[in-house]
């Protein structure tokens, strides 16, 4: 697994409340849940979809379904 960068980051308590409820619903750790909506932002930004992205690797190269 990739090494994880650690960094403290500063957040209006409004926000980490939603942060926090989106988290639960979706059965996250907040923290989890803060890499997954950067990694979605990242992708579209690239012009990819959620669902290619998920279709791929750590290393970008597509699933085989088998």
Same mark, same amino acid.
Do not use: C, H
């Given at each position: 697994?990739? &090494?994880?960068? %650690?960094? @403290? @980051?500063r ?5 980490? &409340?939603? @942060? &926090?409820?989106? %988290? ?10 803060? &890499?997954?909506? @950067?990694?979605? %932002?990242?992708?579209?930004? =690239?012009g990819? *979809?959620?669902?290619e *992205?998920?279709?791929?690797?750590? =290393?970008?190269? =597509?699933?085989?379904?088998?």
């Amino acid at each position: 697994m990739a &090494e994880r960068k %650690a960094f @403290l @980051l500063r957040i209006d308590e409004k926000l980490w &409340e939603e @942060l &926090e409820r989106w %988290a639960q619903d979706d059965l996250r750790s907040i923290n989890g849940q803060i &890499e997954f909506i @950067l990694r979605q %932002a990242i992708q579209r930004r =690239k012009g990819r *979809t959620v669902n290619e *992205t998920l279709d791929r690797d750590a =290393k970008g190269k =597509k699933r085989s379904l088998y």
